[in-house]
């Protein structure tokens, strides 16, 4: 008889090292053990097709029925058990890795001269709104638009 708690816990350690980013093929990998195969390949089935909002959503017992009655596979109670112990693994992780911070800013925040930089003088050819875009459209949205001058004919 196997203990299944014994299991479960195999099986979330195998999911916190994948979800590391580390090598499942490295020597100090967890293996799946064999009693949790089964458990495993629903648990990544299921995975593979959850829903995303702002975060990822639980494994749904519904979807987990849809599953199980699809493949023509029953699902016994302890097997229930262990795909949510492994759903709350997974979620926890995922929340602990959106809160983290980034280490570095991704760039220099944008800056009416940093765009002009980018740009050379150059905007993309269309505004969201449909509208050519230009610099100096640009300026007037930041508060740094100044008309141009034009050119005196009289003291050229």
Sequence with gaps: MI??????EQLCDVLHWQLADHDPQHPDAPEVP??????????LDLNATRTVGFAPNPISLVE??????????????????????????FLKAARVMSERKPEEPLGP?????????????????????GRKFSIELFDAWTGNYEPPKKADPLHQ
């Design 109 to 129: 925040p944008m800056t009416p001269s940093l765009f002009r930089a980018v740009f050379k003088g150059e905007a993309p050819k269309l505004a969201p709104s």
């Design 64 to 89: 987990i029925e849809s599953w199980s009655r699809l493949r023509r596979e029953p699902i016994r109670p302890f097997e229930l058990e262990i795909l949510q112990a492994l759903d709350a693994a």
């Design 34 to 43: 064999w009693a949790g195969r089964r458990i495993w390949s629903i648990f």
């Design 3 to 8: 203990d299944l708690q014994w299991l479960s």
